[in-house]
């Protein structure tokens, strides 16, 4: 019978859990069962800045909203023009060390819930990976629902404005960019080729749910694992927190790899803050090899 992990207390609330070495988290990886919750952060090392850690996007940019995104025919061309750079850089990056960490050790994985879009968990072998968000790898009508392929949009935008140069270095989570006011005008954005109603990526904007459906299958997940392992999230947002809490609840350990501290750590019972590539290569490499055993340098 599972039993909660318990938090001691303070004055102040429940403490944190201390931070500890990555030796603590073999014997329960060993274990299999292991369900992967996966946020921004393990994408970093392959060029994609996360949203809040050091350098995060949020501090300098302004995520599109499904709101502005829906009601607004300026607010689509802005998006699909800046979009539209930045998905190059996406359809560009590779699966880093992290990501391949993940994939080694799916004879022990329960599963796989990515907060990202980028497609770097499916890109480095891992199966069945349950996009929460979604991926800019396609493109949805909201008018007729159907999905296409994001490279037959990007064939499409190209087409459409073949006298549009615009660069950037600063690229966003969400495949979106900074460009000045002056770039963004006069892009033209095409429409389904179904029926012309209005095209979005495959993503879940901020303001916009997670499909109820794709939420209860993560809950399945969540339930029928043995342990949750979450690398790179801050959990700032509901939409991964309540797979922690879900968890915690249910007495199912939680275990955090992330630079700096989560919305998740008083309910994790280890916490661990090292870069995740590296981390999670020695993790996979001594699980795998004996189950047990000291990690190096650690």
Request: hydrophobic content about 35%; proline content about 7%.
């Amino acid at each position: 019978m599972r039993t909660r992990p318990t938090l001691s207390w303070t004055n102040q609330g429940p403490s944190l859990p201390r931070t500890t070495a990555l030796t603590d988290v073999v014997p329960i990886v060993a274990r299999g069962g292991v369900l992967v919750l996966s946020g921004a952060g393990l994408s970093t090392e392959s060029g994609i800045p996360d949203y809040r850690g050091e350098g995060g996007s949020l501090r300098k940019h302004t995520p599109m909203t499904y709101e502005e995104f829906t009601t607004s025919e300026a607010g689509r061309q802005r998006y699909w023009a800046r979009s539209h750079v930045g998905w190059r850089t996406i359809a560009r990056a590779h699966p880093n060390a992290g990501h391949r960490a993940v994939t080694t050790l799916h004879p022990l994985l329960a599963g796989v819930i990515t907060q990202n879009v980028d497609g770097l968990h499916q890109a480095a072998g891992s199966p069945d990976v349950v996009e929460l968000h979604g991926g800019l790898d396609r493109v949805i009508c909201l008018d007729c629902g159907m999905l296409t392929p994001r490279l037959d949009l990007d064939r499409r935008l190209r087409e459409a404005n073949p006298d549009f140069r615009a660069t950037t270095d600063e690229i966003n989570p969400d495949g979106d960019v900074f460009l000045p006011e002056h770039q963004v005008r006069g892009f033209e954005v095409v429409p389904c080729e179904e029926c012309g109603g209005v095209l979005k990526p495959d993503v879940v904007f901020f303001g916009e749910n997670v499909p109820r459906p794709r939420v209860e299958q993560c809950y399945g997940l969540v339930d029928n694992a043995r342990s949750l392992l979450v690398l790179g999230s801050s959990l700032t947002v509901m939409s991964g927190l309540r797979f922690v809490r879900r968890a915690a609840t249910a007495g199912i350990p939680v275990v955090i790899i992330n630079r700096g501290e989560t919305r998740g750590d008083p309910h994790a019972s280890i916490r661990v803050d090292l870069p995740l590539g590296k981390s999670l290569t020695e993790l996979a490499e001594v699980v795998l090899q004996s189950g047990n055993g000291d990690l190096p340098g650690r």
